[in-house]
């Protein structure tokens, strides 16, 4: 999909019963996003032999660990008298109630029931959803049906130091997706930080969008001839690169951005520095310490906070190795959803952002009519390209 260039600041004005930053579990964009494969928490979130409860769009789960540490994920609630099935005990690969020891296996059906007759058991089933562990993450597949050929990112597969990690942003989750693709804010919300160091925004770039197979590709054009390539990867995925404090080179940075509820997100990222030897054990010790020391700083959250506040201005913050972070929370966490704010007024510089929102209205309307949708395809060589 190429742009309209007779009408290239338009909005897009999705009809409210289709908006596409409402993702609950009855809504149209809950139920488009549920047919994908998604990463729901970090492998590490839940040690092997535990459970917990985890929310993702608007919608409660329970994610445990098999004692041999494979991941499962069922429903929330045990269906007997809808205790939350969490507070109960892992057993080999099952999970057993708390309250009245009903033992539920990784495929959600019902082994044993100890104050029941042995045929009663057939008749319970647990929603239990396919989960796959990929690149650090949990992935599982929320939908109806059988679930898409899951997706891989062989970018992320090459030799070098793989690092996974996560935050929670209290925004709505489609913000974050049009930041991802919003490259001129670097040159405004991050003129202080890593990105002034390797030039990232030594000069506000032109926008060059296009839809592709698996999204939207867009350049990042300066007068240099310098340009940059940058994706958002459908449906919930920025692959772009980013600065790393303690590094003179671009990073590779996967960011999938995964609704929590309308007004909350949590974003899993996985970076792949391509850093080997002395060098990547100097630079791993560094982020060591760098995030050791972040721990006798105020929480990210606080500042973030006391900022929208009015108590603290941004620049005022001192410079921490969270500084980027804590400068895209102050500007998304003002912002309303889309669909709760009066028309935006974009720009030419908008371009990327309005191609992902009418990709969105499109593909939603399709599905909510019954109607074909894109099969997203992603090609194994995907990879960025830095404009430095």
């Given amino acids: 999909m190429q742009l309209d260039e007779k009408r290239p600041f338009a909005a897009v004005d999705a009809p409210a019963e289709l908006a596409f930053d409402r993702t609950g579990p009855n809504t149209p964009a809950g139920r488009y996003l549920r047919q994908f494969w998604i990463p729901v928490a970090m492998v590490d979130d839940v040690k092997p ?195 790393e404090e303690g590094l003179d080179k671009l990073v590779d940075h996967l960011a999938f951005r995964i609704p929590i509820d309308d007004q909350s997100h949590r974003s899993f990222i996985v970076n792949l520095f391509e850093i080997f030897g002395e060098e990547r054990d100097r630079f791993m010790e560094k982020r060591r310490l760098q995030r050791l020391a972040l721990q006798s700083l105020p929480p990210s959250d606080e500042i973030v906070q006391a900022v929208i506040r009015g108590e603290l201005h941004i620049d005022e913050v001192p410079d921490r190795p969270d500084l980027v972070g804590i400068q895209d929370s102050v500007v998304m966490e003002t912002q309303p959803p889309v669909s709760d704010r009066e028309p935006d007024q974009l720009g030419r510089s908008d371009r990327a952002a309005i191609l992902l929102r009418r990709i969105y209205a499109r593909e939603i309307e399709a599905f909510a009519q019954g109607k074909p949708v894109k099969r997203w395809t992603y090609p194994e060589d995907l990879a960025p390209v830095p404009a430095v």
Wanted: contains cysteine; glycine residues 8%; aromatic residues 14%.
């Fill in 49 to 243: 032999g535990r459970a917990k409860t985890i929310t993702i769009m608007s919608e409660n789960f329970t994610l445990y660990r098999g004692e041999n540490g494979d991941a499962h994920l069922v429903g929330h609630l045990c269906p007997h008298r809808h205790v939350a099935l969490a507070v109960g005990r892992v057993e080999g690969d099952a999970i057993r109630c708390f309250y009245h020891g009903w033992k539920f296996d990784q495929a959600g059906r019902c082994v044993e029931q100890p104050a029941e007759d042995a045929a009663f058991a057939e008749k319970v089933h647990l929603s239990a959803f396919p989960t796959r562990k990929y690149l650090g993450l949990v992935f599982a597949f929320l939908g109806e049906g059988e679930p898409p050929a899951f997706p891989e990112f062989k970018q992320f597969e090459r030799p070098g130091e793989l690092v996974t990690w996560s935050y929670v942003r209290r925004t709505n989750y489609f913000n974050t997706m049009e930041n991802g693709a919003d490259h001129v804010h670097a040159n405004f919300v991050h003129e202080r930080s890593a990105f002034s160091t390797v030039g990232v925004n030594r000069e506000i770039p032109e926008i060059e969008p296009w839809e592709t197979d698996f999204g939207i590709a867009f350049n990042t054009k300066y007068k240099d001839g310098k340009n940059g390539r940058h994706y958002v990867v459908m449906p919930l995925a920025a692959f772009i690169m980013v600065a």
